[in-house]
């Protein structure tokens, strides 16, 4: 249950203006009168050393002693256009990438984190009919899930960016070949700015572990690209998360990049906008996504502690998040097409140890399958060999099968090949002069987040050699 205790004495100026404050912004809370209530009284004591602080406010299980009009604001969400509550969690992109855009834009928001409150996932739940949907937002009670930016905008009337800055460069996608990029273009003394759809790290930011980046035995996909991004905003590089960009057209031998938040202007271009998983594309799977079926197993795992689920695929990742998901979840079944595994011999030989992992091989998937409800319920299977189906029942599933290039953007813009990748030259050049491409979004490109800092390495040259032009 949400909880906003204030803890007061009727004679107290300080314990006046905020009672009135909450109730003006029409903020429930139950008053206590440490007057009236020893025990009260004791708590006020214990929490601020043995001083009697009133007022004192427990928010959601966090102390707050006699705090002005302006950190109430800041706690609690309230806005002179609304009242913002954001549920969600840490280890969320999207959650990171709503909770940056408000703050960019001067917008208070109450943070609650659905891993520490049950009543907060509960909440979660209910208003999206069962399904387990972070950010959840509420705008004067209102809800919005998972909103983008520009929903954010209009429910709270946030001006459209009009951009008449020109930049030496824009990069589109803020993972590690983007972060690189501008980690050189700015040490070129290149005015660069990095537009990013969601959060900066792209897929690397969604690995539990990495094992392969040289400098690190291991470190995590998030911590890696934390220390990326802080190099790239020491240098100078300006950072907007959250930005969807729409269109791109030359204007006046510049580059005019329009999102639903705001226009921007560039002297070139560097595509870094990465890869996304790829679906199954069979019955069911698109009702059940993000309710039941998911693709990233450190964006949604925490979500299935002590529960049963399904993955699918045989390659590196699907045996990487196994490995990582079996450290919390009941029982995994690992769903594979072939006979073999594609994956790498390191997690290959890891995965009979793991004895919560049951592997299901050359079965085909067929059919998610809900209940009455509409919530998953399972994964109907066709046995390779036999034709056989069966239907195996778990609280979800996560699906690793390949990566499909993020370049709808770019289809009419540079020269894509047959699989929707942008095709390269030299310093990373594109069909288009002042565009460049680096990262997962280009031909021939490797998936690794070593190899993407190369690429973002060889991207800058080719900026450095035609912007000195």
Excluded at 392 to 408: K, S
Aim: glycine share 10%; proline share 3%.
């Amino acid at each position: 249950m949400e909880e906003l205790k204030l803890y007061g004495a009727d004679w107290c100026p300080d314990c006046r203006r905020a009672k009135s404050y909450l109730k003006d912004n029409d903020i429930d809370f139950e008053y206590i009168d440490v007057d009236l209530d020893k025990d009260a009284t004791a708590l006020v004591e214990k929490i601020n050393a043995g001083k009697r602080i009133i007022p004192t406010l427990i928010i959601n299980g966090k102390t707050h002693t006699n705090p002005d009009n302006a950190t109430l604001a800041d706690i609690l969400g309230i806005n002179d256009m609304a009242t913002v509550k954001l549920f969600g969690a840490d280890w969320c992109p999207d959650c990171h990438r709503a909770k940056g855009y408000l703050r960019d834009n001067g917008i208070h928001f109450q943070y609650v984190d659905v891993d520490f409150h049950d009543w907060a996932t509960q909440k979660v739940e209910s208003i999206n009919k069962g399904k387990r949907i972070i950010p959840t937002i509420l705008i004067n009670g209102k809800p919005y899930s998972n909103p983008d930016n520009a929903t954010l905008r209009d429910a709270l009337q946030i001006e459209t960016r009009k951009e008449t800055k020109v930049y030496d460069t824009i990069i589109i996608g803020g993972g590690a070949a983007g972060l690189t990029t501008a980690i050189y273009a700015q040490r070129d003394r290149f005015e660069t700015i990095i537009l990013e759809k969601k959060t900066i790290g792209g897929n690397a930011f969604l690995t539990k572990k990495i094992e392969n980046y040289p400098g690190f035995t291991n470190i995590s996909g998030p911590a890696l690209m934390e220390k990326m991004e802080f190099q790239a905003r020491t240098y100078g590089a300006e950072i907007a998360t959250g930005v969807d960009v729409e269109h791109i057209k030359m204007l006046d031998n510049k580059f005019v990049v329009t999102s639903k938040t705001g226009t921007y202007i560039g002297r070139s271009i560097v595509a870094a906008t990465g890869s996304t998983y790829r679906r199954l594309h069979i019955p069911g799977e698109e009702e059940l996504i993000g309710s039941g079926i998911h693709f990233c197993a450190t964006c949604d795992g925490a979500f299935y502690r002590d529960r049963k689920v399904i993955i699918i695929g045989g390659g590196n990742s699907a045996l990487e998040e196994g490995i990582f998901l079996s450290g919390f979840v009941r029982n995994i079944k690992l769903v594979h097409r072939s006979t073999k595994f594609s994956a790498s011999p390191v997690y290959t030989e890891k995965i009979p140890r793991l004895k919560n992992i049951e592997t299901l091989m050359n079965r085909t998937p067929m059919e998610f399958i809900a209940d009455e409800k509409g919530l998953f319920q399972g994964l109907k299977l066709r046995d390779n060999e036999s034709g056989k189906e069966e239907v195996i029942e778990a609280d979800g599933a996560f699906i690793f099968v390949g990566l499909v290039p993020n370049t709808e953007l770019f289809k009419d813009v540079v020269h894509l090949n047959k699989g929707g990748f942008i095709t390269t030259k030299g310093l990373a050049k594109t069909s288009v002069e002042g565009i460049f491409a680096a990262g997962d979004c280009r031909e021939g490109a490797i998936a690794q987040v070593a190899a993407a800092t190369g690429e973002g390495v060889l991207a800058s040259y080719g900026l450095r050699e035609y912007l000195k032009n």
